[in-house]
Nanobody, 127 residues
Framework: QVQLVESGGGLVQAGGSLRLSCAAS????????MGWFRQAPGKERKFVTA???????YFADSVKGRFTISRDNVKNTVYLQMNSLKAEDTAVYYC?????????????????????WGQGTQVTVSS
């Protein structure tokens, strides 16, 4: 059973930066694809970014060029660096983990791929 704990959320002005962290425990971290989804008030949960076990990265169009994802397999932690934040980035951000094998490009973007979810951390961007 993998447990995920997010941290680093908060309030930031538009144009600012935040770094979210997600600490994982209870599984072989290096073998999991890791990612982030977000859910704004009254809206569906949406894919933000993911990183494969081999460190390939995937991004939603809305965050390309502004967000980066990285992982530290020694610390069992995944990071989401968010720059040039906009008001529309305001949401609860969820860390996710899942096993993806083979040529499964589109799997990275689907919530059903990820069997483990954190409790979420709030990011609020003021305009």
């Amino acid at each position: 059973q993998v447990q995920l704990v997010e941290s680093g959320g908060g309030l930031v002005q538009a144009g600012g930066s935040l770094r979210l962290s997600c600490a994982a425990s209870g599984g072989t971290f290096s073998s999991y694809a890791m990612g982030w989804f977000r859910q704004a008030p009254g809206k569906e949960r949406k894919f933000v970014t993911a990183i494969s076990s081999s460190r390939s990265t995937y991004f939603a169009d809305s965050v390309k060029g502004r967000f980066t994802i990285s992982r530290d397999n020694v610390k069992n932690t995944v990071y989401l660096q968010m720059n040039s934040l906009k008001a529309e980035d305001t949401a609860v951000y969820y860390c996710v983990a899942g096993r993806i094998t083979g040529d499964s490009y589109f799997s990275y973007f689907k919530s059903a791929t990820y069997g483990y979810w954190g409790q979420g951390t709030q990011v609020t961007v003021s305009s």
